[in-house]
């Protein structure tokens, strides 16, 4: 599928995720894309074993829309790594399902047009990961949440999420990412790759999701204040990344003491204060990594005070040095 994203009249791009299959042969395509005032990144790869994984890393000067024609329904497995993103279904009509940055969620793309859009003027980092319903139904057993939405979705051919609200991108998932994305790998081998590490991502993913609306909350239910201070928290960390702040200075500054933020941010985004720091430390090295900067002006962008720390903080967590990324310019 060429996903070029055009910022003229509405063009449509047939979307088959059995087309590989057909051809029994793995497919790629990487490069860069500077026209029609969107400027930045795509790479797709599809495998005959019914997978095609997508990257995009693109800012448009107006606002982005790629028209797709699905001959087949599949299920996408969405993840918004920075920007916004939005799907639209029934004619553009109506919105199946909005991303802001760090969020995901699986969905069920029938066979029909979809709208995918997105914001002028903003840096757009996503993972598309369309997967078969077959491969689908392979590793989803057949008590978990999701199963009997996406037998029905499929049987109607109707668009469904497996979440309600969207998901928070955990580091496990966005090491499993990039890992794709940095595959050193070729033909069958990679193939084999692809293939492993999405049965290691649904893993990870399907059975938090699992867990999560199986298991009661320890907590009684947040107040609407409580969520939104916990929001503020996490953009005053994104907006401080080189700095040191502690628990209380942060607590202090959205109107809370520190018990309660650990504890709300857990429950809102479930992760810690610092592992979150953590992975936003890790997703803005690659962004600037891949944006030409040196290692150690990475290491100093991200608050790393020694170079050797940010490296080996760098290499547990996507599996490469960060050398590499900079050196190949991936």
Same mark, same amino acid.
């Given at each position: 599928? *060429?996903?070029?994203?055009?910022?003229?009249? $509405?063009?449509?791009?047939?979307?088959?995720?059995?087309?590989?299959?057909?051809?029994?042969?793995?497919?790629?395509?990487?490069?860069?894309?500077?026209?029609? /005032? =969107?400027?930045?990144?795509?790479?797709?790869?599809?495998?005959?074993?019914?997978?095609?994984?997508?990257?995009?890393?693109?800012?448009?000067?107006?606002? /982005?829309? #790629?028209?797709?024609?699905?001959?087949?329904?599949?299920?996408?497995?969405?993840?918004? #790594?920075? /920007?916004?993103?939005?799907y639209e279904i029934n004619g553009g009509k109506n919105i199946l399902a909005s991303f802001k940055k760090q969020?995901?969620?699986?969905?069920?793309?029938?066979?029909?047009? +979809?709208?995918?859009?997105?914001?002028?003027?903003?840096k757009l980092e996503i993972f598309e990961l369309s997967v078969s319903p077959e491969m689908m139904l392979k590793?989803?057993?057949?008590? =978990?949440?999701?199963? !009997?939405?996406?037998?029905?979705?499929?049987?109607?051919? $109707?668009?469904?999420?497996?979440?309600?609200?969207?998901?928070?991108?955990?580091?496990?998932?966005?090491?499993?990412?990039? *890992?794709?994305?940095?595959?050193?790998?070729?033909?069958?081998?990679?193939?084999?790759?692809?293939?492993?590490?999405?049965?290691?991502?649904?893993?990870?993913?399907?059975?938090?999701?699992?867990?999560?609306?199986? +298991?009661?909350?320890?907590? !009684?239910?947040?107040?609407?204040?409580?969520?939104?201070?916990? =929001?503020?928290?996490?953009?005053?960390?994104?907006?401080?990344?080189?700095? =040191?702040?502690?628990? #209380?200075?942060?607590?202090?500054?959205?109107?809370?003491?520190? $018990?309660?933020?650990?504890?709300?941010f857990k429950e809102v985004f479930g992760t810690t204060v610092f592992g979150f720091l953590y992975l936003e430390?890790?997703?803005?090295?690659?962004?600037?990594?891949?944006? /030409?900067?040196?290692?150690?002006?990475?290491?100093?962008?991200?608050?790393?005070?020694?170079?050797?720390?940010?490296?080996?903080?760098?290499?547990?967590?996507?599996?490469?040095?960060?050398?590499?990324?900079? *050196?190949?310019?991936?």
């Open positions: 599928m *060429d996903i070029n994203p055009q910022q003229s009249s $509405a063009k449509f791009y047939v979307f088959d995720i059995y087309q590989a299959s057909k051809e029994a042969a793995l497919k790629e395509s990487c490069g860069k894309i500077n026209r029609n /005032g =969107h400027s930045g990144t795509v790479f797709e790869l599809a495998s005959p074993d019914g997978i095609n994984f997508t990257y995009f890393n693109i800012k448009s000067s107006e606002p /982005g829309q #790629i028209i797709i024609k699905n001959s087949h329904p599949f299920i996408r497995l969405t993840y918004t #790594i920075s /920007g916004n993103k939005w969020e995901f969620n699986y969905l069920l793309m029938p066979k029909d047009q +979809i709208w995918l859009r997105w914001n002028p003027e903003e590793y989803l057993p057949d008590h =978990h949440p999701f199963f !009997p939405v996406l037998v029905r979705s499929l049987k109607e051919n $109707a668009a469904a999420s497996m979440s309600g609200p969207n998901l928070f991108i955990h580091s496990k998932s966005m090491a499993i990412l990039y *890992d794709m994305l940095n595959c050193p790998l070729e033909g069958r081998y990679k193939q084999l790759y692809f293939k492993s590490k999405l049965g290691e991502l649904l893993a990870l993913e399907l059975e938090a999701f699992e867990l999560k609306v199986n +298991i009661p909350r320890k907590y !009684p239910k947040l107040r609407s204040i409580d969520v939104e201070r916990m =929001h503020q928290v996490r953009d005053i960390i994104i907006s401080n990344i080189q700095s =040191h702040l502690s628990l #209380i200075e942060l607590a202090h500054q959205v109107g809370t003491n520190e $018990a309660y933020l650990k504890r709300h430390k890790m997703k803005q090295a690659m962004e600037l990594l891949r944006m /030409g900067h040196s290692v150690s002006e990475v290491s100093v962008l991200t608050g790393y005070k020694y170079v050797p720390h940010f490296t080996r903080a760098f290499k547990s967590h996507f599996g490469i040095n960060p050398k590499k990324i900079r *050196d190949n310019l991936l």
